[in-house]
């Protein structure tokens, strides 16, 4: 997979990433290691130089998009941006999609540049010649329809689960990887089955969570991994090379 960024050149200036994480932890930690993986290098000092924030206390983001918490999680995600460029990153990712809901008021609020997971996988998908792009995501990502207008401003379709659907999505993301567990193969073939009856030829995983279950599970290429491409998109911001 390539990013949606140009070529790289190979006298670019190196960055240093920073890292928004805990949102959340395993998927942070995920996100770290395909960075790793995805870096063509040869040796330790070939690699993206990263500084990582793993911060569990931020807000749930869907919570408070839905109106059950009054913790706004912007002010936590902002705080974790200014120590990482106190810290010395250059570049800020937040491996959070329904995070991305509120993009616009960390872009402002950050003093370094961030990447847009949303608008890069919502690319990806296009470049991969989606035309009905399924979305799956937590209900916050799916209410404030971040990943619908991405689409859509591709000339892409969105489809999105029904209520039932959405909340075996939501069972999975919770009830399995953010509780630690494995990811339950049922419910994740209920999923599957709803989103090929929906006609969908290509599906966004837009939770970063569900990227999580994409390892576990061996998911196939008709998956587009919202982290998968936010890694490659860093490597590449970053003045590094992806792996082919």
């Not at 995805?38 to 793993?54: G, K, P, W």
């Not at 949303?118 to 990502?141: F, M, P, S, V």
């Not at 509780?179 to 929906?198: L, R, S, V, Y």
Request: glycine share 10%; with cysteine; aromatic share 4%.
């Amino acid at each position: 997979m390539k990013s949606n960024s140009e070529g790289i050149d190979k006298h670019m200036e190196k960055k240093t990433l920073g890292i928004i994480g805990g949102v959340g932890p395993l998927a942070t930690m995920l996100v770290g290691e395909m960075i790793v993986r995805l870096t063509e290098a040869e040796r330790d000092q070939d690699h993206v130089d990263m500084i990582i924030t793993n911060n569990p206390h931020i807000p749930d983001r869907t919570a408070f998009i839905l109106g059950e918490s009054e913790e706004d999680p912007v002010p936590v995600i902002l705080s974790d941006a200014k120590r990482l460029a106190v810290a010395g990153a250059q570049i800020l990712v937040i491996p959070c999609n329904t995070a991305h809901s509120f993009f616009g008021q960390i872009e402002e609020g950050a003093t370094l540049p961030l990447i847009d997971m949303i608008g890069e996988t919502a690319a990806r998908a296009a470049q991969d010649g989606a035309k009905r792009i399924g979305i799956l995501g937590t209900t916050g990502t799916i209410t404030t329809g971040v990943y619908q207008s991405a689409c859509e401003r591709y000339g892409m379709t969105p489809i999105i689960p029904d209520a039932h659907i959405q909340s075996v999505v939501m069972s999975l993301i919770y009830d399995d990887v953010k509780a630690g567990k494995p990811a339950d193969h049922e419910k994740w073939m209920i999923i599957k089955g709803a989103m090929a009856e929906a006609g969908c030829d290509k599906v966004i995983l837009g939770c970063t969570e569900l990227s999580v279950v994409r390892q576990e599970l061996g998911l196939g290429d008709e998956y587009i991994d919202s982290l998968l491409v936010l890694a490659e998109t860093a490597i590449e911001r970053c003045g590094h090379t992806v792996k082919k």
